[in-house]
């Protein structure tokens, strides 16, 4: 373990989860990372960090907000609501003074627009798997677009990551894969094996990479919204029986699609051409 230690002079991780009595619950979504190699290819993943604001959301006992710091990051805004987690990640701010700072609370209820604070921000987090879907989805339907942030490196389940980065046609094809392709252009950087993790997750996971498009097709976000939840929530029908509430046969004649096509052969352009005919 002495070669984890010396890549950035602070204790490694496993000593500092002993320390601390830091075991993982379940309850939290919590999978540590304790790899300093690994969590600096995650922050590297991210791009240039030098002059950059990165949000991350659990940070559990800092493994992640020690690689970002090591790798130039300016400042780091870490949000974490188990406060176990807290004397352990303020032994990594008094090690890079001035650099991090620890938001102890709930990601969900987190306005990270306003944490940005209009500088250069990116968002880089081994998610918590309970709300990661949840809190991507937040992100690529803010109002404000291009959005507060410059990008988003998140780790999720492979099985996740793959509907992100789905293409029409494709099985994993849905609405996140909609929301993904219509404002970003997103790529899986690399997987990581279960055993990098404590406690090993029972799933490969993959780290997504995403960059907002400056320019995406106008759209209102929230009428998008609700049509790819009707499409998708019953992707086993002709599009005209789920989206009988929105107009189905008519509203697909408008715009030119078949009606008797499902959900998953549509296009992002096709999606967003439904939501403007909405």
């Not at 600096?40 to 950059?52: C, E, F, N």
């Not at 990008?151 to 929301?179: H, W, Y």
């Not at 790529?187 to 996971?205: E, H, L, N």
């Not at 993959?206 to 609700?226: F, T």
Request: proline share 7%; glycine share 8%.
């Amino acid at each position: 373990m002495s070669a984890t230690t010396s890549i950035d002079g602070l204790p490694p991780l496993r000593d500092v989860i002993e320390r601390h009595g830091l075991q993982a619950k379940k309850a939290l979504g919590q999978n540590f990372l304790l790899d300093l190699n690994l969590t600096s290819k995650v922050a590297r993943a991210a791009g240039d960090l030098s002059g950059v604001t990165v949000i991350e959301v659990g940070p559990g006992p800092g493994g992640l907000t020690r690689a970002l710091l090591m790798n130039g990051a300016r400042r780091v805004i870490a949000i974490e609501r188990d406060e176990r987690c807290l004397a352990a990640l303020a032994e990594v701010s008094n090690h890079y003074p001035g650099r991090l700072d620890v938001v102890s609370g709930d990601a969900l209820k987190t306005d990270f627009a306003a944490l940005a604070g209009g500088e250069p921000t990116k968002i880089v987090a081994n998610l918590p798997y309970n709300i990661g879907t949840e809190l991507l989805v937040r992100w690529l339907t803010v109002q404000d677009w291009p959005p507060f942030y410059q990008s988003l490196t998140l780790m999720f389940q492979r099985e996740v990551a793959e509907r992100i980065v789905a293409k029409p046609a494709s099985p994993a094809f849905g609405r996140l894969g909609v929301l993904a392709g219509w404002r970003t252009d997103a790529r899986i950087a690399f997987d990581v094996p279960p055993q990098a993790f404590t406690p090993p997750p029972k799933v490969t996971s993959s780290v997504i990479h995403l960059e907002p498009r400056m320019q995406p097709l106008p759209a209102d976000v929230k009428v998008l919204g609700r049509v790819t939840e009707a499409a998708f929530g019953q992707r086993r029908k002709m599009l005209r029986q789920s989206l009988k509430s929105m107009g189905g046969e008519r509203l697909l004649e408008t715009v030119g699609i078949d009606p008797t096509r499902r959900a998953e052969t549509l296009s992002v352009e096709e999606f967003v051409a439904l939501a403007r005919a909405v």
